[in-house]
């Protein structure tokens, strides 16, 4: 906003300082220009003291002399005139000067300054009212909402430059808030099973501890004793063991609570989207990067975590391809579109293919990059939630990862 101000205020210097100068230049033309009509008016008055007759052929601004004995209204000319005695006599010299030309001139030149002054400041504040105070205003946005500050909406704008972008950080706070509940409702309900089975675990525990205490102290000399007591612990081991599957259970439980919206789309929609995010960047970075373009087709799902998977899916042929080329492919089988990211320079074992949809899992070709190991298992929930399918394979040498998408 302070430049902006700084800049508003050079302009009116700049502009002030141009209307100065060319006012000052229009002057100075005019005095330099003078009179230009009394060069001719002298050269006239002395052919007519030299008794010739005045010739006003040549002349560019004298129009005309009159003897005064020769006109009646010799005083009342409508024109610019010049009256000078000759040899006795009265004459006078009608001329159109070249003053009002530059008077005109001047007129035009400050009208013109003028009207372009006035659009540049408009433009100015313009820019200033509809783009940089609004902007001003989300600046600190994007600092609250990874601070944690997000109680507080942005007031929703009809600016239509804004106005979305509002909408948009409202939505993005909406999602963090809903996200953060269900972050803390699932941990509540973690702890709380955790605590549960911790204190179910320690019944059966306890009891095999006896046991084993009993047989090891040689309590239980029959041997039908002996065995009832090896069967007790037996059964108070698979409680145990049920509460380990149990709680393994839960926490192979959707942790993420992906959500998707049932509805349709075109299958141009989802290549043009993905097409349109990567062309240039893969231009930039020297990658072959090629599209098919099939026959158009409505597919089931939804729109916008299908172009998450699809990036997904970009992202990781970027991350761990050579950078040589990157190519969609577009098959149909049954009632399906399968779509491929195909990307060179495949770099994983094969022996580690079975587990890259797995949740926190990374392939030994992963060491120096960044990542959480849970790209393609979002992908693969998210395909299934939308009643589709994902999977991968290695062919010469690219790797292929094929999403199938229901046909409406």
Request: aromatic letters at 8%.
């Amino acid at each position: 906003m302070k430049k902006n101000s700084i800049l508003l205020v050079v302009s009116l210097i700049v502009i002030t300082a141009v209307f100065a100068a060319a006012n000052i230049w229009l002057g100075s033309a005019e005095k330099t220009q003078g009179r230009p009509y009394m060069v001719e008016i002298n050269r006239l008055c002395k052919q007519i003291e030299n008794e010739q007759t005045p010739d006003i052929s040549q002349c560019e601004y004298v129009t005309s002399v009159t003897e005064q004995s020769q006109s009646s209204d010799f005083f009342n000319s409508k024109s610019d005139n010049y009256i000078k005695q000759i040899n006795g006599k009265l004459y006078r010299f009608d001329y159109s000067g070249s003053t009002g030309d530059l008077g005109k001139a001047r007129l035009i030149l400050n009208i013109s300054l003028g009207t372009l002054s006035i659009l540049l400041i408009a433009v100015l504040v313009y820019f200033r009212l509809r783009l940089l105070r609004p902007f001003n205003k989300l600046s600190n946005v994007p600092y609250d909402l990874s601070k944690g500050k997000l109680t507080q909406p942005l007031d929703e704008s009809k600016n239509r430059y804004f106005g979305k972008f509002v909408w948009g950080v409202n939505m993005l706070r909406e999602n963090i808030i809903d996200q953060k509940e269900q972050e803390l409702e699932l941990l509540k309900e973690k702890q709380t099973l955790i605590l549960s089975i911790s204190h179910d675990i320690k019944t059966p525990l306890s009891a095999i501890k006896l046991y084993s205490k009993a047989m090891t102290k040689g309590i239980y000399t029959d041997k039908e004793k002996l065995a009832e007591a090896a069967r007790n612990i037996d059964r108070n081991a698979d409680d145990i063991e049920r509460f380990v599957t149990q709680l393994t259970h839960s926490a192979n439980e959707d942790f993420l609570h992906l959500e998707v919206e049932e509805g349709e789309f075109y299958l141009s929609e989802l290549l043009e989207s993905v097409k349109e995010h990567y062309a240039q960047r893969l231009h930039e970075c020297g990658t072959l990067f090629t599209v098919d373009n099939p026959l158009d087709c409505i597919l089931k799902g939804d729109l916008r975590r299908s172009i998450e998977v699809m990036r997904n899916l970009m992202e990781n042929a970027l991350k761990y391809g050579d950078g040589k080329y990157i190519n969609i492919c577009v098959t149909q089988e049954d009632n399906c579109k399968l779509v491929c990211v195909a990307n060179s320079g495949c770099t994983l074992p094969r022996g580690e293919m079975l587990h890259i949809f797995d949740s926190f899992w990374r392939g030994s070709n992963s060491a120096d990059k960044s990542g959480s190991g849970l790209g393609l298992y979002i992908c693969r929930q998210l395909m299934l939630k939308m009643n589709g399918e994902i999977f991968a394979e290695q062919k010469d040498g690219e790797m292929h990862v094929t999403v199938v998408f229901p046909k409406a």
